[in-house]
């Protein structure tokens, strides 16, 4: 029953190939319909997952401000994406008129294109990863960094200035949170000796003392290395306290500020389907991917727990975006060269140390020190260049 | 000194706090879900003038007399009144026509400080939008009238002062016509008791 469930998605596949083969279908047919089925229930899963995120996000922020969000299309809003929809389909697709109409067109394809791309090379589930590849992490990043063209394709073809300002911002932004999102990532393949996502997943399985999940969230060095992955997931995802580029209230709406109907709804699409990706490789990254925590939780099939994993982190990022305010654009750069580049250093170091240690409870420490002392060092002195004096007043008081 | 990042660990706590509370303490989440919910409007709200009338029946109870001071008085000009008369064309103390329109009026309330008859007075009702800009916003008198216990329900304070004040009124008003009656009854019977003084006199 439990390997049933286990196995259900890929069980229900083939069953459906062998039926159509069983009507004489051509071979090659099947391989493309095999496919098919993959890509269309990742899309379909992942537009889902979009769908309700949007109402969910909006639904937590209420909820984090004491108030009830949308509650009015269908019951408790949940139809509210569908109300979104059709407003978003239904209204006039605006192209200025000195806009430079291909690239201004290709921009949200562009967009789209690597975010549901890199979808492909996440373990979903025991032996369910669409692509294998042995540079999945690799392939990630490389595709993932299609989205920075397009989001440049769109703040340059708009001939706004305020398209091109929040596009240069999300360049800056993007390459410099890029260094410690990969640097963080490499980590892992260190230590897991993989690039394979599916590699990095089987070396965090099996429980120390028969129920300790082993996580590389939950060795020093993995938690510091998982904490800047996350931040550099935030800054890359354009999502609050990094969404400058977007800040609407310096620059209208950054690199959207041409866009309306479906075109800017494909962005946004875009923008949550990456988030998601972005998650997908942080469960797979850092929380153990399609691992249950307990080992008495192991009969609910694994791919719930990788899609219950990326909604629980994708719940942390709208609980950020609640808390923190936006930043600055030079703090928020002065952030990811000077504290998380060196932070990102320290951890590659300490994990380096807590596997020439043994792995043993002297590693440990010894890679708690080494992440924790660059940690203390760095961060008290960050917050002191910031610290709040006492503003004096030469000409009232 | 602070662990760094110690603020926005304390952030994050004050807006779980936040989120979680809002499931379980119904007195967090101040919003009223209008339609469902109504709000209890506080004693002095207003919104647009209504007409009061006694006892039971609109027409007979009426307070207006049609004076028109109101109609002079509102500053948009909102109020039109036209005087009934009977067959013979003689005025009658009352309304034909209580017209106000609301599209217009500014709920200055001036009105009602100037009505002598404790007639005109503002309503809470809030709810008046229509599809219609004309007619649907020209309030006429069959609307317009309601009772004096539905204004003793909106304005219970003010209600109970313009009572005691007319109940007042009405028991001087008693009191000087027996006392008037008591007068002419009295000279009545003085003239019966002397009835031929005037007639000695002469």
């Given at each position: 029953m439990i390997t049933l469930l286990e196995r259900a998605p890929i069980e229900i596949k083939t069953w459906f190939l062998n039926l159509l083969g069983s009507f004489g279908v051509p071979e090659w047919i099947l391989a493309v319909l095999s496919a098919g089925i993959i890509i269309g229930t990742i899309i379909g899963v992942f537009l889902g997952l979009f769908a309700l995120m949007s109402v969910m996000e909006r639904k937590i922020l209420a909820r984090a401000q004491n108030r009830y969000g949308p509650?009015?299309?269908g019951p408790f809003g949940l139809f509210q994406p569908v109300a979104d929809g059709i407003k978003m389909i239904t209204k006039e697709d605006l192209v200025p008129r000195t806009a430079d109409k291909i690239v201004h067109f290709l921009a949200p394809v562009t967009m789209m294109i690597p975010a549901l791309m890199v979808l492909a090379i996440l373990p979903y589930g025991r032996d369910m990863v669409p692509a294998e590849l042995d540079s999945g992490i690799l392939y990630f990043f490389a595709v993932g960094a299609g989205t920075e063209v397009a989001v440049f394709m769109a703040g340059w073809s708009s001939n706004n200035k305020y398209s091109v300002l929040g596009a240069m911002r999300a360049i800056a932004q993007m390459i410099s949170y890029e260094l410690p999102l990969v640097i963080s990532a490499i980590v892992t393949a260190m230590i897991a000796g993989s690039l394979s996502p599916s590699a990095i997943v089987a070396a965090q399985g099996g429980f120390a003392l028969g129920f300790v999940p082993q996580w590389f969230a939950l060795t020093p060095w993995g938690f510091a290395a998982g904490l800047i992955f996350y931040i550099g997931a935030l800054a890359e995802s354009n999502?609050?306290?990094?969404?400058?580029?977007?800040?609407?209230?310096?620059?209208?709406?950054?690199?959207?500020?041409?866009y309306s109907g479906f075109k800017y709804a494909t962005f946004f699409m875009a923008e949550y389907v990456g988030m998601f990706a972005v998650c997908g490789l942080f469960v797979t990254l850092f929380l153990g991917g399609w691992q249950a925590p307990l080992p008495f939780l192991e009969i609910i099939p694994s791919w719930c727990w990788f899609i219950g994993k990326i909604c629980f982190v994708a719940f942390t990022m709208v609980w950020v975006r609640a808390t923190l305010p936006r930043l600055r654009i030079d703090h928020m750069l002065g952030f990811a060269w000077k504290f998380l580049l060196p932070m990102s250093f320290a951890a590659f170091l300490s994990a380096a140390c807590w596997h020439y240690a043994g792995r043993g409870p002297l590693a440990w420490l010894l890679s708690l020190a080494i992440v924790g002392i660059p940690y203390l060092i760095l961060g008290t002195s960050f917050t002191k260049r910031f610290a709040v004096s006492r503003r004096t007043y030469r000409f009232s008081e | 000194m602070n662990f760094p990042g110690s603020g926005i660990v304390k952030g994050l706590a004050v807006t779980a706090r936040n989120f979680l509370g809002s499931y379980f303490e119904?007195?967090?989440?101040?919003?009223e879900q209008y339609p469902e919910e109504r709000p209890t409007l506080p004693e002095n709200s207003r919104s647009f003038p209504f007409l009061i009338y006694d006892g039971t029946d609109p027409d007979a109870g009426m307070r207006c007399v049609a004076c028109k001071i109101c109609e002079k008085e509102c500053p948009p000009q909102c109020i039109f009144i036209i005087q009934d008369r009977d067959e013979a064309g003689k005025a009658l103390k009352r309304p034909k026509v209580f017209d106000i329109d609301i599209s217009v009026?500014?709920?200055?309330q001036i009105c009602v400080e100037v009505c002598p008859f404790d007639s005109i007075r503002m309503d809470q009702?809030?709810?008046?939008?229509?599809?219609?800009?004309?007619d649907a916003l020209l309030i006429k008198k069959p609307q317009l009238l309601k009772s004096n216990a539905y204004y003793q329900k909106i304005h219970p304070t003010e209600a109970a002062e313009t009572d005691a004040r007319l109940e007042a009124d009405r028991k001087k008003k008693e009191a000087a016509a027996a006392a008037k009656a008591a007068a002419a009854k009295k000279a009545a019977d003085e003239k019966a008791a002397k009835p031929a003084t005037p007639e000695a006199a002469a």
């Open positions: 509650n009015r299309v999502r609050s306290p990094f969404d400058l580029p977007e800040g609407e209230s310096e620059l209208v709406a950054g690199h959207l500020t041409e | 119904k007195d967090r989440l101040t919003t009026c500014m709920s200055c009702e809030y709810e008046m939008s229509s599809f219609d800009r004309f």
